[in-house]
């Protein structure tokens, strides 16, 4: 019978074996496993079973094979932020804040590959879910119910990030500047609805919208800068007025010249 296996001494990645340490029994008690008190680089001292060190060929084609202490094991870099944590599970991400940033540049990452395989992937889910909605009204209530919750958790998480708040208007303004088709459907969108008024509603709805540019105004003049700018803006604005008036005049005179005429 060849002589028990000797590991004191022997260094495992970060493990150094110092002694033999008392078996370890298994979970029913009928097995017994040889053990080693180990010391790590970072002074933590643990007892291992022989079978967790790879000291031979068939311990290092363990999955549970082990070069560190559970503390040393336990330490995380997070692929987002790059900060170390410990985990006893292991996660990429040091914080929740992190694995939403991972998860938001997994799925861009997704949506560029699909893209990048079949540029008309979205459009075509689209366009099969407006002739579903459009055939099924029960479908097009529960979608409209989802498409709604679902911009309501947008803007409550733009609310809580100022920042991207910020950056997802200016965006979305440079789009609209772009776009003269969006600028005409809004507009056309907008005079519909004012048409469609009552005296009373045209009436409160001039009332909320002068409100709201009180309020814009006020803002704005808040600061030194912001009332300079109030001024050229205004004074662009009346320079434009009186430019529409002049041509609505020049209009009239020239209507009624072909009158008389």
């Given amino acids: 019978m060849p002589p028990p296996l000797d590991l004191r001494g022997r260094r495992f990645g970060k493990l150094l074996v110092v002694d033999k340490a008392p078996d370890v029994l298994s979970a029913s008690g009928k097995t017994s496993y040889r053990a080693w008190l180990v010391q790590c680089d970072c002074g933590r001292q643990e007892v291992v079973m ?5 000291h031979c ?7 549970d094979v082990i070069e560190a202490c559970s503390h040393c094991r336990a330490q995380r870099t997070c692929e987002v932020c790059g900060r ?11 914080s929740d804040a992190c694995a939403l940033l991972q998860k938001r540049a997994n799925n861009m990452a997704y949506h560029h590959r699909k893209v990048a395989v079949d540029p008309e992937h979205y459009k075509r889910i689209h366009a099969e879910r407006a002739a579903r909605a459009a055939a099924d009204t029960e479908f097009a209530l529960r979608l409209r119910a ?3 919750e679902q911009g309501k958790r947008k803007r409550e ?12 208007l200016e965006r979305a303004r440079e789009r609209y500047a772009a776009d003269p088709f969006a600028q005409a ?26 409100e709201s540019w009180r309020r814009s105004a006020n803002k704005v003049r808040s600061t030194p800068e912001g009332r300079q700018r109030y001024r050229d803006y205004m004074r662009e604005y009346m320079r434009q007025q009186a430019l529409r008036g002049l041509v609505a005049a020049g209009d009239e005179l020239i209507k009624r010249s072909l009158n008389d005429e």
């Fill in 50 to 54: 022989a079978q967790r060190l790879p």
């Fill in 57 to 63: 060929a068939s311990n290092r084609a363990r999955k």
């Fill in 84 to 94: 170390w944590f410990e985990s006893a599970l292991f996660r990429a991400t040091c």
């Fill in 146 to 148: 989802q498409q709604s």
């Fill in 157 to 168: 998480r733009l609310k809580a990030d100022p920042h991207r708040y910020a950056r997802t």
């Fill in 185 to 210: 459907k809004k507009r056309a969108a907008r005079d519909a609805r004012m048409a469609a008024m009552t005296p009373e509603q045209y009436a409160a709805w001039s009332e909320r919208a002068r």
